[in-house]
């Protein structure tokens, strides 16, 4: 049973930086790819970032280009988000998931296609 587990969110000013990770257990992700998602108070859940694990091809959404950055620790099979520059508009619940299927680089955006979930860390930026 894949289990992904998310840590290091938390409160912190604007301009200021943040790290989440992800720890994931219970197969490998070789050949196949892992996420972020966002999801802000009344707002849909938005796709961030998301890296091949395989070769670690990244992918990142418009809104936080140059700001964040994806990585993984393919030994440790942990995924991390590095956010710097944080805007309160980053301010949201921020979610890892995993998909297990191939062809990851056609679906990385759509979160319909992650097959497993972590609970969600709250990262909140002040003003």
């Known amino acids: 049973q894949v289990q992904l587990v998310e840590s290091g969110g938390g409160l912190v000013q604007a301009g200021g930086s943040l790290r989440v990770s992800c720890a994931a257990s219970g197969r490998t992700f070789s050949g196949y790819g892992m996420g972020w998602f966002r999801q802000a108070p009344g707002k849909e859940r938005d796709f961030v970032a998301a890296i091949l694990w395989t070769g670690g091809t990244t992918y990142l959404a418009n809104s936080v280009k140059g700001r964040f950055t994806i990585s993984r620790d393919v030994a440790k099979n942990t995924l991390s988000l590095q956010m710097n520059s944080l805007k309160p508009e980053d301010t949201a619940v921020y979610y890892c998931?995993?998909?297990?299927?191939?062809?990851?680089?056609?679906?990385?955006?759509?979160?319909?296609?992650?097959?497993?979930w972590g609970q969600g860390t709250q990262v909140t930026v002040s003003s």
């Open positions: 998931a995993a998909r297990i299927e191939f062809n990851f680089e056609n679906f990385y955006s759509r979160q319909e296609k992650y097959t497993y």
